[in-house]
Structures are given as C-alpha cells and as structure tokens.
C-alpha cells in the first residue's frame, strides 16, 4: 500500500521484556515521527527524524527507549526492560518536509502498534 | 509545558447542528496549523490546515478560524453528521520545529 504501515499491530508482553516496534513510512518521506497514547491521554511526542541530521530524541520518556531509522527509510523504536506504564499505541507518522525546510507539513499516521505490558 | 491546548476532552453535538472545537496555544513562534481526526483503533488522519497569514481556510463542512492575538483556533464542523464521531486533535508548528498536538476532543454526534 501506498500508506504507512506499522508492526506488528498488537503486542502484549510481559514486564522486564525487551520489544522492536517497526514502521515503514511512505516512500519518500524524508520526516518520521513516533509518538504514543496512553489511554486517555493526548499524543506524546517521542522521537522525530529528518534526513541525515541527527534525530531529536527530546520526547524519549527514560533511556530503555531508542530508535534508528535505516538507510533513511525503515524505523525501528525499541523498549528494553518493558514496564507496565509503556502499555500505549506507539505510532508512526512521515511527511514530505518537515524540521528544516519548515512551512506546510501533514504528517500521514500508520495505523499504530498497541502495547501492552503485562 | 503544554503549549497547544484543547481545554474540553469531550463535546456532543446534535446531528445537523454546528461543531465547533476549540484550541489554544502558548507558543507565539507557531505559524502553521493542524486538525487531525482519529476514529478508535486507527492512526488519526489529516483534516484541514492554515498558516498563520491566514485567518480561515474553508474545505467543504469544515472550516478553521485562527485569532494570532488571542492564540486561538477552532473548527468548525457544519453541518455535523454521525461520521464526524472521532477524535480531533489540533497541532502546532513554528519554523522548522516538530509537530505539538494538543491533548484532544472526543466528538459525539448525537442522530
């Protein structure tokens, strides 16, 4: 599809475990964003990457999370030692422009991973 | 520091009658605007949008208003249908900054 998608779409798994989420933005997109939402809450922003420059981790919540973007297409976040409030949605989001060449951006959103820690 | 606010977490509209969700922001730098929509179980998906050297942006039944000295946006939704039940999440950017969505709006229109 020309979407983008993310896997797997659900995953529970229990406390202490490391897990990969993974997402393929929409070709091209050289912008890629993860956020969650944990139930009841609003979008948190995570992880942003743009290009080749150096991704902007602010959002990140403690250092069990990171993600790398490969060969500037494919992103992968992971959670080590998975505790019970990573239970969330993490979604994925690319756009055509965004950070440095600013002005109009729309993020397309994959359908998300829902997380839950057991 | 919440710097993009969407104040009522819920609002229920009558079928046919006007929608209109709010939004406010801190941040003077943002220029740029966004409603996203999200049905449950989906990724939420692109509405409409508006810079800041605008005041309206007008798409079909949707439309956004944007007061820079009050910093203040709504949406506009008219006439509301059933359909329109969702999420509705406004965002902010300024310059080359990343996205800040609000909290969000959940919409019931009620038949």
């Known amino acids: 599809g020309a979407g983008v998608s993310q896997s797997p779409s659900n995953k529970v798994t229990e406390k202490g475990k490391d897990v990969e989420l993974r997402c393929d933005p929409i070709?091209?997109?050289?912008?890629l964003y993860w956020y969650r939402q944990s139930l009841g809450q609003g979008l948190e922003f995570l992880i942003y990457?743009?290009?080749?420059?150096?991704?902007?981790k602010s959002g990140l919540p403690s250092d069990r999370f990171s993600a790398e973007r490969t060969g500037g297409s494919v992103s992968t976040l992971t959670i080590q030692r998975t505790q019970q409030e990573d239970s969330a949605v993490y979604l994925c989001?690319?756009?055509?422009?965004?950070?440095?060449?600013?002005?109009?951006?729309?993020?397309?959103f994959g359908p998300g991973t829902r997380l839950l820690v057991l | 520091d919440q710097q993009v606010k969407q104040n009522s977490p819920s609002l229920s509209v009558q079928e046919g009658r006007i929608s209109i969700l709010n939004c406010d922001y801190t941040?003077?730098?943002?220029?740029?605007f966004l409603w996203y929509k999200k049905y449950p179980a989906e990724g939420p998906t692109f509405l409409i949008s508006?810079?800041?050297?605008?005041d309206k942006n007008e798409d079909g039944r949707f439309t956004v208003f944007l007061n820079k000295s009050a910093k203040h946006l709504s949406l506009h939704i008219v006439p509301s249908q059933p359909g329109d039940s969702a999420v509705y999440f406004c965002?902010?950017?300024?310059?080359?900054?990343?996205?800040?969505f609000g909290t969000g709006t959940r919409l019931t229109i009620i038949p």
């Open positions: 989001a690319s756009s055509s422009i965004g950070g440095l060449a600013g002005g109009e951006e729309t993020q397309y």
């Open positions: 070709s091209g997109h050289t912008a």
């Open positions: 990457f743009q290009g080749n420059s150096a991704p902007d």
């Open positions: 941040n003077s730098m943002f220029d740029y």
């Open positions: 508006i810079s800041s050297i605008k």
């Open positions: 965002a902010a950017r300024g310059g080359n900054e990343k996205l800040t």
